[in-house]
């Protein structure tokens, strides 16, 4: 079954890191994209930014460049999600997904990793 | 690249033909998908270049367009397509999301 299997939920204080998880099974890890969207509490979709695991090519949406940082390791099918000092305006779910290519879809979906910014 | 959806929420009936558009603010080509979420569920990929079925969605769901101007249309609304519906632009990055359209039941 492909899957992809997100880390638990985080609570945090601000100015804290993280460091998300996104762990793929079922398929070939480095062929396919993966993307990091967020949703706030009650908001709509926005898309963060995309890596491709296999050369690590990674591009990131103005609106997160510089404030979160994507990774791989293809050792183990895991692409994470990282913050150095967390907000409160970071409170949002995150999820990841994959794409065969960035113009075709996200077409498999973590369920969501919830994270929590309070002090 | 900006994508305006419209209606931001329309009530319908079981059974109601549903047309959601979306506008790109410019040229995208077919570079376009649509997505299902379901109230604390993941985004589930409908639609890819604009008219493309995933595998495994019902048939009443088809999308078309190209350029600027989209469309995702539901034949004959059931019970379980009661969600909120996104369209996402993916001709150059960012690759953005329009605001979502809910459908909610009349």
């Known amino acids: 079954e492909v899957q992809l299997v997100q880390s638990g939920e985080e609570v945090k204080k601000p100015g804290e890191s993280l460091k998300m998880s996104c762990k793929g099974s079922g398929y070939s890890f480095t062929s396919y994209w993966i993307g990091w969207v967020r949703q706030m509490p009650g908001k709509g979709l926005e898309w963060m930014g995309i890596i491709y695991p296999g050369d690590s090519d990674t591009r990131y949406s103005p609106s997160f460049q510089g404030q979160v940082t994507m990774s791989v390791d293809k050792s183990i099918n895991t692409a994470y999600l990282q913050w150095s000092s967390l907000k409160a305006s970071d409170t949002a779910m995150y999820y990841c997904a994959r794409a065969l290519k960035y113009y075709s879809g996200m077409d498999v979906w973590g369920q969501g990793t919830t994270v929590t910014v309070s002090s | ?106």
Not at chain 2, 34 to 49: H, S, T
């Open chain 2, 1 to 106: 690249i900006q994508l305006t959806q419209s209606p931001s929420s329309l009530s319908a009936s079981v059974g109601d033909r549903v047309t959601i558009t979306c506008r790109a603010s410019q040229g995208i080509s077919s570079y376009l998908a649509w997505y299902q979420q379901k109230p604390g569920k993941a985004p589930k990929l409908l639609i890819y270049a604009a008219s493309t079925l995933q595998s495994g969605v019902p048939s009443r769901f088809s999308g078309s367009g190209s350029g600027t101007d989209f469309t995702l249309t539901i034949t004959s609304l059931q019970p379980e397509d009661f969600a909120t519906y996104y369209c996402q632009q993916l001709n150059s990055f960012p690759l953005t999301f329009g605001g979502g359209t809910k459908v909610e039941i009349k």
